[in-house]
């Protein structure tokens, strides 16, 4: 009942929106006042001098990018991993390992140029920084005052290798390698980089707009969770889903890849405030708590509707937490920070029983955990969000200002579609030309050995 009154409450205030004017949040920069002659030499000389490094930040920012990093491998590897059949865990651990090194030269040629270049029309970033041409070692003010820009541009890449590599639990188990490599690049290109512009970007409409995403909500979890359903969808079960039995071959891993996950996310969130500052510290706080507030929940609501807690459980509802409090990590408070994790461990949980219902095979749970998470911390955002935490954002609904639970709920809704249907054209593309799926005698021997000619176990 609680949550039925919670979605009516949000489409009246996704209407009402329309009637509101959103805060633009201008830096408005002030004229100094004329100065005598004498002080003239002295002005012109401060208004010329460059910006100042800090090496604290920058320290902060090259920790965090390492942070990220680990995130995907390791971190994600094993989790991915250990959640696959023995048959399957090396190819899956590949696509990890490997998306860390495809994204990262897409990253450096076309990427980062496409995602926080020079504006053009609020849409896409322009390719004045192809090849990271004037992407130098001086700060660019616009994307972190006291580092280098290319520690910002590090960072960011580190974003971008690991949204698309959450996508993979989606196709776990049956798709092409070849086909793999070619749908990520064209994922990161055409939905990832637009989709971080129109967020993040100095000039991209929905960052105009006021929506609040502090490390990725819409631009991360969003995306690879709506994603990772319409991939799951277009390419199909796994051969034998849901009658015989799929389980994971190595919980171990797959609870030291959560763990690492859970560890370098303090880089992913932290990392966001671009300052070894107090927000910074508050992101990682609310990180921490939002984190062990979920894999609670999600243990006790397995434990009501199961009998028995599980090991698994708990990892994924940690994961979960993480996801959800990721783009409120910068706007919200420790209380908050609770009660966003806590409805992340359930409402994650009830969407990844609700997915053997709907019939899709998501193998891993990317949509219940990533796509669900990250819409309800998007949301959650819109509801907790105080300017007491961060001054630049915004107050939400429960601080007198409801018109920000429907800029979230456009954001998150334009996410959804621009994710969804790019992602169906691009795989439909890839299918006509190469395929998607393994054959059926391919997946029959599993991709470790159809794929790579290797074996994850030497038994």
Not at 78 to 102: D, E, P
Request: hydrophobic share 55%; proline share 5%.
């Amino acid at each position: 009942m609680r949550k039925r009154q919670m979605m009516k409450a949000s489409i009246l205030l996704l209407l009402g929106a329309a009637l509101l004017i959103a805060p633009a949040m201008v830096l408005a920069q002030q004229a100094p006042p004329p100065a005598a002659p004498s002080e003239a030499p002295a002005a012109a000389s401060a208004v010329s001098a460059p910006p100042k490094i800090d090496s604290g930040d920058t320290a902060w920012m090259l920790t965090s990018s390492a942070l990220v990093l680990l995130m995907t491998a390791p971190g994600l590897a094993l989790f991915y991993g250990g959640l696959v059949r023995r048959k399957n865990a090396l190819g899956t651990i590949m696509h990890s390992f490997i998306i860390l090194a495809l994204i990262t030269i897409q990253w450096a040629l076309w990427g980062y140029s496409l995602a926080f270049g020079p504006d053009r029309g609020g849409i896409i970033g322009s390719l004045a920084w192809v090849g990271l041409r004037g992407v130098g070692l001086d700060p660019n003010p616009d994307y972190g005052a006291t580092i280098p820009h290319q520690a910002f541009m590090v960072y960011q890449m580190m974003f971008a290798v690991i949204t698309p590599a959450l996508i993979t639990g989606a196709f776990a188990e049956r798709m092409k390698f070849s086909s793999f490599l070619v749908f990520t690049l064209l994922w990161a290109t055409f939905i990832y980089d637009p989709l971080a512009h129109w967020v993040w970007a100095i000039g991209g409409w929905i960052r105009k707009m006021g929506a609040l995403d502090f490390a990725g909500g819409t631009v991360v979890h969003i995306s690879s969770g709506v994603s990772a359903l319409a991939a799951a969808m277009l390419i199909g079960r796994r051969r034998g889903y849901p009658q015989e039995p799929m389980p994971p071959h190595n919980l171990t891993m797959t609870v030291t890849g959560a763990s690492l996950l859970w560890f370098g996310w303090f880089g992913f969130n932290a990392g966001s405030a671009i300052a070894a500052n107090k927000l910074a510290t508050n992101a990682f706080v609310v990180t921490h708590l939002a984190t062990a507030a979920a894999a609670l929940a999600w243990m006790l609501a397995e434990w009501s509707s199961r009998g028995k807690p599980t090991v698994l459980g708990a990892a994924s509802g940690a994961v979960a937490g993480l996801v959800a409090i990721t783009p409120a990590s910068g706007f919200v408070g420790p209380m908050p920070a609770i009660a966003i994790g806590a409805g992340a461990g359930v409402f994650c949980y009830s969407a990844c029983i609700l997915k053997t219902r709907l019939g899709y095979d998501d193998s891993l749970d990317v949509v219940g955990v990533h796509g669900v998470g990250g819409t309800w911390g998007a949301l959650a955002t819109g509801l907790f969000a105080s300017k007491a935490v961060n001054p630049d954002g915004a107050d939400g609904l429960f601080f007198g200002n409801p018109g920000q639970l429907g800029i979230q709920a456009i954001a998150v809704l334009a996410t959804w579609v621009f994710a969804f249907v790019g992602t169906i054209i691009l795989l439909k593309i890839v299918d006509a030309i190469m395929g998607l799926r393994v054959s059926q005698d391919e997946e029959q021997v599993g991709i470790d050995l159809s794929q790579h000619d290797e074996n994850a176990y030497a038994l």
